[in-house]
């Protein structure tokens, strides 16, 4: 899943390239956008495409899992400016829920996850950020674990089941189904996951 560094030219042809699909998917939909559409957009050459993208497709992914790195990026810093090991999990869990509850951050990745789910390479990319966005939080649950913070952590299964939790009900599907706001969604999650972990909130 790692790439290699481009040069700033290509980053620079690249991310021209994504724009430009960006702005013609938000007229067209995505399925109906070609790629000469995308290069009259962008102003910019067949050859150009090729050199950037192995087809439709790739571009699509490559914008979903930039879209999603901005949103693992926020997650990680938060994570690394906590003090303590339970200041960190507040902290992953408030980015988690601002991913959800903030409606333009939802919309774009809604947005390139609906257009890509028919996409080869799809279910290897959700994966791919699935696991970006639970390691933070399995690192601070290790940390919790050696020093006595979170004194019934399983690290890696408990980091996994709560990502699976905190998205079972902040999914867009889940709160069209059971509405919660965001310090409902955020104090569910707690009642379940601290006990879990040894915390003793008395």
């Known amino acids: 899943m790692t790439e290699a560094p481009l040069s700033a030219e290509a980053q620079a042809e690249r991310g021209q390239l994504m724009d430009a699909a960006l702005k013609v998917m938000r007229c067209n939909g995505f399925q109906r956008a070609s790629v000469q559409d ?10 150009a495409f090729y ?3 192995r087809s439709k497709d790739d571009l699509l992914l490559a914008m ?8 693992v990026a926020d997650v990680v810093r938060r994570v690394d400016e906590a003090v303590t090991p339970l200041d960190a999990v507040d ?32 279910d290897e990319e959700v994966a791919y950020l699935r696991s970006q966005l639970v390691s933070p939080l ?33 999914s867009p599907q889940a709160r069209r189904e059971h509405p919660m706001d965001r310090d409902q969604a955020r104090a569910h999650v707690l009642r379940f996951c601290l006990p879990a972990l040894g915390v003793t909130t008395e």
């Open 38 to 47: 995308i290069l009259d957009e962008a102003g910019l050459s067949t050859r």
């Open 51 to 53: 050199r950037q993208f």
């Open 64 to 71: 979903f899992r930039t879209a999603s790195g901005r949103e």
């Open 91 to 122: 902290g992953w869990l408030d980015e988690m829920l601002a991913i959800a509850y903030d409606r333009r951050r939802i919309q774009r990745l809604v947005m390139f996850n609906v257009a890509a789910r028919q996409t080869a390479g799809y």
């Open 138 to 170: 399995r690192q601070v649950l290790v940390r919790g674990a050696d020093n006595g913070s979170f004194p019934e952590a399983d690290p890696g299964r408990d980091a996994a089941a709560i990502f699976d939790l905190v998205w079972s009900f902040v």
